[in-house]
């Protein structure tokens, strides 16, 4: 393919904008970060009777709030003859979100909104240790997936490593992926704030880790064409390695960008014709997708030549070709 403009001309350029991207999705993200029960103490009662929604929120509410829960919210829905209450809090043991079911059933029979709590028809609980099993998950899958992709470039790259470095390649596709989790992570977390409803949960969880697969595929297929051009190349005097990142990130052009278009099709479909659970995930899967394809073409590359030190010693060169 052949390349309409340089990619690796303005090398500092790109990787400066990366980094301000990825400081302001980050930044985004954890200032309307909020997580869905399933990470959090959730308790949910039905009762029998119609119950006056405003008086028992504000008493539950109270009452939360008395003995130090942190973030609560109560909503309350009528549905026929029985009152659905959820109450949801921020807690760090099972035990307090145990012991916030009997105190609510207690205050449900002392406030006479109920008898007896023989008419509690339903009640389910949520505890924190879903969410720390979930960390443990997530780092464990982590881990791994380090370990198997540095053997993988150990080996793969070693026929370049007088040139470049396995343990930088390797390097640089954990900073891009850092950058493909972010900026997906800034979207949802705008989110977030302009929804109430939506939330960190085992979707989420779940796109993060499908979508750090896909943005490392798409980064070693570039590196892997740098491999085999540097491979060609390899004896020969005056070669500019940023014309050898160049020459390999506009063959695999074509690829990537056949990739993304049959994969956002895929998504957008997911996204406009389902709801719910499918539409959040098919919303973060998409937003990824255009992530780490940016960051396999505009980041990878750059940020490799910069650290290899020949940024500096080529730019005169580089900027001199057409």
Known sequence: ?????????????????????????????????????????????????TLDETTLSQNLLQYMDSKWYKDNTVAIEVEGDITKISLRTQVEKD?????????IQAILVQKWYIKSTSEVVEQSITWPSVWAYMQKSAKNALIVWLILMAIYM??????????????????????????DVGIPAWAYGLWMALDKTIAIDT??????????????????????????????????????????FEQSIWQ?????FGTVLTTLLVIIAMYVLWSGVIKQFAFTIGIWVIAWSYSSIFIAAPLTYILLGKYRKERKEMLAQK
């Open 1 to 49: 393919m052949k390349a309409p403009f340089s990619i690796m001309k303005h090398s500092y350029v790109r990787v400066g904008f990366w980094t301000l991207l990825l400081a302001i999705a980050l930044f985004l993200f954890f200032s309307n970060a909020r997580y869905s029960e399933e990470f959090t103490g959730w308790v949910k009662i039905s009762v029998a009777g």
């Open 252 to 256: 695999t052009m074509r690829r990537s």
């Open 154 to 179: 150990l080996f793969s790259f070693a026929g370049i490593r007088k040139d470049i470095a396995p343990g930088l390649l390797a390097w640089v596709v954990i900073a891009t992926m850092v950058f």
């Open 95 to 103: 035990e307090q979100v145990n012991a916030l079911s009997q105190d």
């Open 203 to 244: 979707i989420f969880i779940i796109a993060v880790l499908t979508n750090m697969g896909y943005s490392i595929n798409d980064t070693i297929i570039v590196f892997d064409r740098v491999r085999e051009n540097m491979k060609n190349h390899t004896g020969q005097k005056g070669i500019l390695f940023g014309k050898i």
